[in-house]
């Protein structure tokens, strides 16, 4: 049984990065000298982030991108059937309970109508794919960092102002949110299945005869 519910986990999460997003636009020093990122830059050993303008700032274009992904979580949770999907699902499947099914076997659903099952488990089948996705993209975010801290330097200058592209991404902050992002987005991929498991579980038990 999950503690925290995976709609719980990304209401906040998308909240976290609202606020996230509007500390990078009006004051970016609360989150690149936080506590979180000197230790892992230090312990990692990643540079710090470049010195730029604000209009060149990558902590910019971070805070719309983190803005547009939380509104992007808001609108698709806001979407999707949660728990009224079940509830709606049992009066259709109470009448087959006739049918003397074992509730270990789980392909006794396929006996049920697919409306029924799909429109049951589509949150979970469409967020667990999202989480997914997310964790492998920033943990491929955090290796393309990690893997070039010995080659970035931007202790001078010279070296800050010719950072473009992806190179100015490569910093302990991105890094830093990069690796939460990664735990978050894990924690909410595995307490997705276990909502999904205890659904089918749920939708079975009710279909069996008993």
Not at 23 to 43: A, H
Not at 63 to 73: H, S, T
Not at 150 to 155: M, T, V
Request: charged share 20%.
């Amino acid at each position: 049984m999950v503690l925290v519910s995976s709609k719980t986990l990304i209401q906040a999460h998308a909240v976290l990065l609202i606020v996230i997003a509007g500390y990078l636009i009006k004051s970016p020093e609360v989150i690149t000298d936080s506590n979180i990122v000197f230790m892992m830059g230090e312990t990692l050993k990643i540079d710090f982030p470049p010195e730029t303008s604000p209009l060149t700032s990558p902590f910019v274009f971070c805070a719309v991108f983190l803005a547009a992904e939380a509104l992007v979580d808001i609108v698709l949770l806001s979407s999707l059937p949660f728990r009224n999907a079940l509830d709606e699902a049992l009066p259709y499947i109470r009448p087959l309970r006739n049918s003397n099914l074992p509730s270990e076997d789980l392909r006794a659903l396929e006996k049920l109508p697919e409306y029924i099952t799909t429109n049951l488990t589509m949150y979970w089948n469409v967020w667990v794919s999202v989480a997914a996705a997310r964790i492998a993209l920033y943990a491929g975010l955090a290796v393309f960092i990690y893997q070039a801290k010995d080659s970035f330097i931007a202790s001078t200058y010279t070296a800050a102002a010719a950072a473009s592209g992806l190179d100015r991404l490569k910093s302990r902050v991105v890094f830093t949110f990069a690796f939460m992002e990664m735990m978050v987005w894990f924690w909410t991929f595995v307490t997705l299945r276990e909502e999904r498991q205890e659904r089918l579980t749920k939708l079975l038990e009710d279909a069996k005869d008993n």
